[in-house]
């Protein structure tokens, strides 16, 4: 089961994530950045979360704190951090020009069988990776914030990408226990995000139109569909809501056609509606950097709490 995962990360929570998260698989893990700073100052946030997570019996993995951290190493030298990979993946910060830079480095010092993988949430493969001579070994694993609690990674090839680059990938994520999904192609916003976008800009007409405040829609999405999509996808959530697919279809398509013809255009997301969501959510939660984190603290222990649950379920 020991491999090397080599996270590139610009002090970047995302990095510091995958890193737990592969420990916690029993991976050896080497941080690579350009700053020492930055790296102590990650492995420091990283045994901190782990210890705390150990005490309140959340801590994933058949290994203690101490073990998992003896398995992360860090690394300012690109050669040596990379020297024993199997597997590196890219957590800079979202900007094309830094990430392509950074593979363009990769892709003279590696072999034939490490996957080169990126965190990237919007760049397309085909703009990262094209024209690099280890093409076929590039990936997008593209992890949920933060992907410690929430399993899902969804999987991207570039158009040249070998199969086996992506049977490799959807096994590692496997085996380190996140929940990986295939792409056959890639699309502008993967999946996740073209769902997330389809939401936001209903959520946003309806308030904009004045049909329900901003946090009466987060009601209906929290304590409404988000319970159930917690457990199922709307796919099923049709098959069930119905005699099967088939059966939902003739039962309610003609319905759903009114409602989406009603749909507006795509927001602007700018002037009065802006202003309303904002005052209205900084009402709830006022933009105040420690109010913030503790509001994000709390939203981390509630998908502990659920991913822990959906665990026990999945198990009875």
């Not at 363009?104 to 993988?117: P, R, T």
């Not at 959530?237 to 056609?257: D, Q």
Request: glycine share 8%.
């Amino acid at each position: 089961l020991i491999g090397w995962f080599v996270g590139f990360f610009f002090s970047g929570l995302i990095g510091r994530s995958w890193a737990m998260v592969f420990a916690a698989g029993g991976f050896k893990v080497k941080l690579y950045d350009i700053a020492q700073q930055q790296l102590t100052s990650a492995l420091e946030n990283i045994r901190k979360q782990m210890k705390e997570m150990e005490k309140s019996g959340v801590l994933k993995g058949a290994l203690s704190a101490e073990q998992q951290m003896a398995l992360i190493s860090v690394c300012t030298d690109l050669k040596a951090a990379v020297e024993g990979a199997t597997f590196i993946q890219e957590c800079t910060p979202e900007n094309l020009e830094l990430k392509k830079k950074i593979f363009d480095q990769l892709d003279l010092i590696v072999g034939d069988n490490v996957i080169l993988s990126s965190s990237t949430s919007c760049l397309l493969p085909s703009k990262l990776f094209t024209g690099l001579k280890h093409v076929k070994q590039c990936i997008v694993s593209h992890p949920v914030n933060p992907p410690y609690f929430v399993p899902l990674v969804e999987i991207v090839p570039h158009p040249e990408t070998d199969p086996s680059t992506t049977e490799r990938t959807y096994a590692l994520m496997k085996k380190i226990g996140q929940s990986p999904v295939k792409l056959n192609r890639e699309i502008e916003g993967f999946v996740l995000n073209r769902l997330q976008y389809a939401v936001i800009s209903e959520a946003w007409r309806l308030v904009g139109e004045g049909v329900i405040s901003p946090t009466d829609l987060d009601l209906v999405m929290s304590d409404g569909l988000g319970m159930r999509y917690a457990f199922i996808g709307p796919l099923e959530t049709m098959h069930l809501n119905a005699e099967g697919v088939s059966n939902y279809c003739e039962r309610y398509a003609e319905g759903m056609r009114l409602v989406l013809n009603t749909f507006g255009p795509v927001p602007e997301f700018s002037g009065e509606t802006v202003q309303k969501v904002n005052q209205a959510l900084s009402e709830k939660i006022p933009v105040v950097p420690k109010v913030l984190d503790a509001r994000r603290k709390w939203r981390d222990e509630c998908l502990t709490g659920l991913a822990k649950l959906k665990t026990q379920m999945k198990s009875d």
